[in-house]
């Protein structure tokens, strides 16, 4: 049992938020989130350079060798910094899949260059209508001779799919919609015939699209892994992002936290700081607790994970924990600053509204709270 | 980072766990499996035979007879102690007047009193709350006044959990109202409860038991002897004592051995109906409240780790208390809410030990679960009540 970070490790904590502290407060944020492509890509650049584009991919697959931990090192700081350059669509979502289901050939052709930062990705899984489902895929591919597959259907809501220039597409090779088994995924490139993108920007700062599919055409050479065989995957890179996702929202609600504190010992009402009122403290103790409990629970789901432990349960509770505690958070945060709270001037309003995006994604509280009620 | 324990640590906790198995008297395990109560003889029993292993006072240094065990041996001890179904120490002796006795006491004190709370041959209990003083305890009233050699102790101590039991009291008293702030001219005084002018009386509580009292003190002479460390420094002695009560403050691992032993009993038919598992809204309380049971497991399991680097505990450990306290009294209504009508039957008799556990009125434990869920609304009460320990949150870690 160890709660302490490895020399790498520190390393790595430290180069973050140092980067973070030097080189993206909130207004520089807002700036890249308001520019056309929703990100900077030249800080994307510099993720890559930093080797934190690479971390959490075997050595083999040209990536660091790291895992989970570090992951949640990096992603707790963007959690903080407010980071809308897309490393969870590229680098946990599209890249963990492309990791799990590549082969070689595939690896270093796709792969290779999203860890060199030179290659937008987006996974296109959920659907219009799959909600929290994860096995819910109507899109189909239907093998057209021996070394093509015609894909078509509707993905909605992928997570950097306006910026992608590869779509990592899930579709059914067999069985129905709601099938375990026949789901596999294709690597698709967005300027195929029949690939319609609607990209438009999140509540949170972030940009996404709806991805139509109709009839089309992809090499086989584009099928990741075995056909049918793409849904222990997707779970698998499901399980990672939701990690990531707790660990930045644990950096936004301890941020939350600090500033809110700090404000409270500012502003000053009926000729005291608000921070004396004790209906105040203790909604600001509840906070404390919030993430401190969140903390912990990440540490377990996210150590369980490293050690390569089962960790189906793990994933519901934190995202569980998180959900619940991350909108305790959020709105305390909004309601300790009055008015300023609900101004899109501050900074404390688009940290509440990214803990309410990762709230619902892959799967919010209730979703997760019923997979443990068994 | 990593969440394995060494292997020494593991066979550490096989090595507890094997004692546990084989040597823990037979009969106070089914008691307790039972929900059987524990008589004053048992429970002294009980605590001779954790100390005749050495395992009674895990907390103590070891030149006193403590077990100079690592935090995370501790974790793995109360984890078996948990397993087992263990009763829970009494902690008054152990746990509060040893610390300060050992850490404030004369060598004549440490020689007198330490080697009596290891052996449980005496019984402590605690007078700090007064009538007029609960969670403002620095304005108690009791005043021990100076004559001679002796003080005499005049006023009311209540709540003192088990009085009737107690062989000595330590106690908070005035020793001089002259002072610039309350917290100072309080002192830390040892009582003989068969001192003349000591009476007990007892409270009954919401569930119907006598468990704590209120103990009178009328002109009671106490030779100046059992006064601990300095005159007018007992508010100090007694926040030490409440850092040592920090251990297993928070049951974490009586918690878990209660959820997984409602788990279980949520999986069987009772009395021929569904089991609980089918039903979701229940099933999905449990499973909350062992999210946040987890969460906390991580939390203390964090406090320990900084405690054995030789940091002071972080902020993580001043929540213990409240979450600690609000997850008992959430699965002691999860308790009650398995029960149904099973709830309703008051009758405490079948409890004793003579009682057959075959002829109960419900099934098990079933008609214990409200007595226990009302008793334990004293939970976020006791050991300064949950809004008291906000503030201190509010005050020691926000700087509030």
């Given at each position: 049992?160890?709660?302490?970070l ?6 790595l904590?430290?180069s ?10 909130f207004?520089t944020?807002q ?11 030249e ?11 690479a ?13 989970p ?26 890249g ?12 270093s052709r ?6 060199a ?16 489902r994860?096995t ?11 070394d ?9 809501v ?8 590869l779509?990592?597409?899930?579709a059914?090779t067999?069985?129905g ?5 026949g ?8 300027d ?5 993108v609607?990209?438009?920007a999140t509540v949170?700062?972030?940009t996404?699209a ?13 099928l ?13 890179v ?8 707790s660990?930045?929202?644990v950096g936004?609600?301890q941020?939350?936290t600090?500033?809110?504190?700090e404000y409270?010992?500012s502003?000053?009402?009926f ?17 404390l ?7 912990s629970l ?27 505690a ?9 309601q ?17 509204k ?8 892959f799967g ?6 019923d997979?443990?009620?068994v | 980072?990593?969440?394995?324990f060494?292997?020494d ?15 823990f008297?037979?009969?106070l ?6 929900g059987?109560t ?12 954790l ?10 240094p ?23 179904n263990?009763p829970?120490?009494?902690?008054f ?11 404030f ?5 440490k020689?007198?009193?330490l ?9 402590w ?6 009538p ?6 620095a304005s ?15 006023g009311t ?10 062989d ?5 008293v ?10 100072e001219?309080?002192s ?11 009476t007990?009386?007892?409270i ?25 460390g ?42 021929g ?12 309380k449990?499973?909350a ?5 987890r ?10 780790a900084?405690?054995a680097?030789?940091k002071?505990?972080g ?21 009650v809410?398995?029960?149904g009508?099973?709830?309703?039957p ?10 057959a ?8 434990n079933?008609t214990?679960?409200a007595?226990?869920?009302?008793n ?7 050991g ?9 949150v ?7």
């Amino acid at each position: 049992m160890d709660f302490t970070l490895n020399d790498e490790q520190s390393m790595l904590d430290d180069s973050v938020a140092k980067f973070l502290a030097n080189d993206y407060d909130f207004d520089t944020r807002q700036g890249y989130a308001a520019s056309t492509t929703g990100f900077s890509p030249e800080v994307w650049r510099q993720f890559a350079e930093l080797g934190w584009t690479a971390v959490p991919f075997s050595e083999a697959d040209g990536g660091l060798g790291y895992g989970p931990v570090e992951t949640m090192l990096i992603m707790r700081h963007f959690g903080r910094g407010l980071v809308v350059e897309p490393y969870l669509a590229n680098v946990v979502l599209a890249g963990g899949a492309l990791a799990r289901t590549g082969d070689t050939e595939q690896k270093s052709r796709w792969l290779e260059p999203l860890i060199a930062g030179e290659l937008q990705t987006a996974l296109a899984h959920t659907e219009p209508q799959s909600r929290y489902r994860l096995t819910d895929v109507a899109t189909t591919a239907t093998q057209d001779g021996d070394d093509a597959y015609v894909l078509s259907g509707s993905k909605g809501v992928v997570l950097n799919g306006g910026n992608a220039e590869l779509l990592l597409v899930s579709a059914r090779t067999s069985g129905g919609q709601f099938d375990d088994t026949g789901v596999s995924l294709f690597a698709v490139p967005r300027d195929a015939d029949g690939v319609t993108v609607r990209r438009y920007a999140t509540v949170d700062g972030h940009t996404a699209a709806e991805v139509g599919l109709d009839a089309v055409r992809v090499s086989r050479d584009r099928l990741l892994g075995e056909p049918g065989a793409a849904g222990a995957a997707l779970a698998a890179v499901f399980g990672d992002a939701i990690l990531a996702v707790s660990a930045e929202a644990v950096g936004i609600m301890q941020i939350l936290t600090e500033k809110t504190v700090e404000y409270s010992k500012s502003r000053v009402q009926f000729g005291v700081p608000i921070g004396s009122f004790q209906a105040l403290q203790h909604r600001m103790v509840d906070m404390l607790t919030a993430c401190e409990q969140s903390y912990s629970l990440l540490l377990w789901a996210t150590m369980l994970a490293a050690d390569g432990g089962d960790t189906d349960r793990a994933v519901s509770s934190i995202k569980y924990q998180i959900g619940t505690a991350g909108k305790l958070v959020g709105q305390e945060a909004v309601q300790l600053h009055g008015g300023m709270g609900v101004t899109w001037e501050l900074d404390i309003a688009h940290y509440f509204k990214r803990l309410t995006a990762i709230g619902q994604l892959f799967g919010n509280a209730d979703h997760h709270l019923d997979r443990l009620a068994v | 980072m990593n969440l394995t324990f060494s292997e020494d640590e593991l066979r550490f906790r096989d090595d507890v766990r094997k004692v546990f198995d084989e040597e823990f008297p037979a009969d106070l395990r089914e008691f307790r499996d039972a929900g059987v109560t524990i008589s004053r003889d048992d429970q002294i029993r009980y605590q001779k035979w954790l100390h005749e292993r050495g395992w009674f006072a895990i907390n103590w240094p070891v030149e006193y007879g403590g077990t100079g065990w690592t935090p995370v041996q501790k974790y793995l001890f109360m984890q078996e102690l948990a397993r087992i179904n263990a009763p829970d120490i009494v902690p008054f002796g152990v746990s509060m007047v040893g610390p300060v006795i050992y850490t404030f006491g004369s060598d004549e004190q440490k020689e007198r009193f330490l080697p009596d709370i290891l052996a449980s041959n005496v019984w402590w209990c605690q007078g700090y709350s007064e009538p007029g003083s609960g969670s403002d305890l620095a304005s108690l009233k009791t005043r021990a006044d100076l004559d001679g050699d002796h003080y005499v102790v005049n006023g009311t101590k209540t709540w003192t959990t088990l009085a009737q039991f107690a062989d000595w009291i330590f106690c908070l008293v005035r020793t001089s109202s002259d002072v610039a702030r309350r917290q100072e001219g309080i002192s830390f005084l040892l009582i003989d409860m068969q001192t003349p002018g000591v009476t007990v009386k007892p409270i009954i509580t919401i569930e119907g038991e006598h468990e704590v009292n209120e103990v009178h003190f009328e002109d009671v002479r106490v030779p100046a002897a059992n006064l601990v460390g300095e005159e007018g420094e007992g508010w100090t002695y007694g926040k030490v004592l409440l850092q040592h009560e920090r251990t297993n403050i928070a049951a974490v691992h009586y918690s878990k051995f209660r959820i997984d032993r409602l788990r279980a009993q949520a999986e069987r038919p009772v009395r021929g109906a569904a089991p609980l598992t089918e039903d979701r809204n229940f099933m999905r309380k449990l499973a909350a409240v062992e999210v946040e049971l987890r969460a906390l497991e991580f939390t203390e399991l964090r406090t320990l780790a900084a405690v054995a680097s030789g940091k002071a505990p972080g902020p993580e450990s001043s929540i213990l208390k409240f979450v600690g306290t609000e997850i008992q009294q959430a699965i002691d209504e999860l308790y009650v809410e398995a029960a149904g009508y099973y709830a309703l039957p008051f009758v405490p008799e079948q409890y004793a030990p003579d009682f057959a556990v075959d002829e109960r009125i419900g099934e098990g434990n079933e008609t214990a679960s409200a007595p226990r869920y009302f008793n334990f609304r004293k939970a976020s009460i006791y050991g300064g009540s949950n809004e008291i320990q906000k503030n201190i949150v509010s005050k020691h870690v926000l700087g509030l």
